[in-house]
């Protein structure tokens, strides 16, 4: 019976620690497109959700809900947002921050950066890199391809991708 226990244990941590994972990556890549955001505005009012169905946490700049593989930067008011190369600045804060975690975590996994001997050996944390690799490649790839999302409260909105190619033809349009 203690090894029963012991499994479903280890069962419960590993799927919080996939929801972490989850959580972070995904309010990571949001952060991107809010810090391109700031940048190229210079306004410091945006919200952040991560997730979609049951409401976890809500404050005046981030959302939390259940189901962590979703998620929505929202600028306050997008008339700041008046140009193409502001629009695309933004469109790939999320996607460029998705690809340096999914550098550092390589990097991590093919032992290019050094972590203690004695750690990096345990399968559980190499088990983790691997799975933040795992979760952040996923993310990074699944919102640059150009389509719409399938899933989620995102359900049928354009990708980082798609939109930063119909901010092109849009511009090259006008021109």
Same mark, same amino acid.
């Given at each position: 019976?203690?090894?029963?226990?012991?499994?479903?244990?280890?069962?419960?941590?590993?799927?919080?620690?996939?929801?972490?994972? =989850?959580?972070?990556?995904?309010?990571?890549?949001?952060?991107?497109?809010?810090?391109?955001?700031?940048?190229?505005?210079?306004?410091?009012?945006?919200h952040i959700r991560v997730g979609s169905g049951k409401k976890l946490l809500n404050t005046k700049r981030l959302t939390v809900k259940l189901f962590p593989f979703d998620g929505c930067f929202m600028p306050p008011e997008k008339n700041k947002i008046d140009t193409t190369a502001k629009l695309i600045a933004i469109l790939s804060g999320g996607p460029a921050v998705s690809l340096i975690l999914v550098a550092v975590l390589l990097l991590v996994k093919l032992g290019?950066? =050094?972590?203690?001997?004695?750690?990096?050996? =345990? =399968?559980?944390?190499?088990?983790?890199?691997?799975?933040?690799?795992?979760?952040?490649?996923?993310?990074?790839?699944?919102?640059?391809?150009?389509?719409?999302?399938?899933?989620?409260?995102?359900?049928g909105m354009e990708t980082d991708g798609l939109q930063i190619i119909n901010a092109i033809k849009r511009h090259r349009s006008k021109s």
């Open positions: 019976m203690p090894k029963i226990i012991a499994i479903i244990i280890e069962l419960a941590i590993f799927v919080c620690a996939l929801w972490v994972l =989850s959580f972070l990556s995904t309010f990571l890549h949001e952060v991107g497109h809010a810090l391109g955001y700031m940048i190229v505005t210079g306004d410091r009012h945006w290019g950066i =050094s972590l203690h001997s004695e750690v990096i050996a =345990s =399968s559980a944390i190499e088990s983790f890199i691997s799975s933040a690799f795992s979760i952040n490649l996923f993310i990074l790839t699944l919102t640059l391809i150009p389509t719409h999302y399938f899933h989620g409260e995102t359900k």
